[in-house]
């Protein structure tokens, strides 16, 4: 049994460059979940699907973010004209579902130079 | 709105030592409380949880703690040890619902030999 996996580990882009990550979960997790996490902070949630349904979507995420699970397999999250500001880890989560604890995966560093 | 805080934000112990780390919440919904242990470069990981129905629960060196009328929860780790520096994360939820976790900032454990 693999844990969650996360692509790229890390992600160097130019100001105004989108950039794409994927999740893979733990296999039979039907729950996924994306945080955001900056220096010295706990986790902050953004969005999460179970199966391909995106059930609820943080304040944070804002129009330049879009997340996907079309299979209800892995999930991508894309960040449009990237900024500043959304340097941080990426962090994906997984659980069973109702009632299951989430298992996070090694996070995609963003640097947005 | 900060709904789970944490303290404190850093803790020196020497090695044999009793680390204890405290997290108040506010949202009274919540019903799952878990810890997470989280290394420099990698993604938090599951170390203990507790639900409300029970005031303490052990799982060998670690324990939590659980006082639901104060709306506080803490973990001691019993006979620290170097390998326990870390970074470590309250969080809670809302467990029926496998909805988003909401965590405390963090405090940095660091165990001297």
């Not at chain 2, 044999?16 to 108040?24: H, L, Q």
């Not at chain 2, 970074?87 to 969080?91: E, H, S």
């Given at each position: 049994d693999t844990g969650v996996s996360q692509n790229p580990r890390h992600k160097i882009t130019k100001?105004?460059?989108?950039?794409?990550?994927?999740?893979?979960?733990?296999?039979e997790h039907n729950r996924l979940y994306w945080y955001r996490q900056t220096l010295g902070q706990g986790p902050e949630f953004l969005t999460y699907f179970q199966n391909e349904a995106q059930l609820e979507k943080s304040r944070l995420l804002s129009d330049r973010f879009s997340a996907e699970r079309p299979?209800?397999?892995?999930?991508?999250?894309?960040?449009q004209r990237t900024e500043q500001g959304d340097s941080a880890m990426y962090l994906c989560a997984s659980s069973r579902g109702l009632g299951g604890e989430q298992y996070f995966g090694p996070g995609t560093r963003l640097t947005v130079t | 709105q900060q709904q789970v805080k944490q303290s404190p934000q850093s803790l020196i112990v020497q090695k044999?030592?009793?680390?204890?780390?405290?997290?108040?919440y506010e949202n009274t919904a919540f019903d799952y409380f878990p810890w997470y242990q989280q290394f420099p470069g990698k993604g938090p990981a599951l170390l203990i949880a507790i639900r409300p129905d029970v005031s303490e629960k052990k799982e060998g060196r670690f324990t939590i703690s659980f006082n639901k009328s104060a709306k506080q929860f803490s973990l001691h780790i019993m006979d620290s040890q170097p390998g326990d520096s870390a970074?470590?994360?309250?969080?809670a939820s809302i467990w029926t619902s496998g909805?988003?976790?909401?965590?405390?900032?963090?405090?940095?454990?660091?165990?001297n030999p």
């Open positions: 100001r105004g460059q989108n950039v794409t990550f994927r999740c893979d979960p733990i296999s299979k209800g397999s892995f999930s991508t999250l894309e960040i | 044999g030592g009793i680390s204890i780390i405290n997290c108040a970074t470590y994360f309250c969080a909805s988003r976790l909401t965590f405390g900032e963090g405090t940095q454990l660091t165990v």
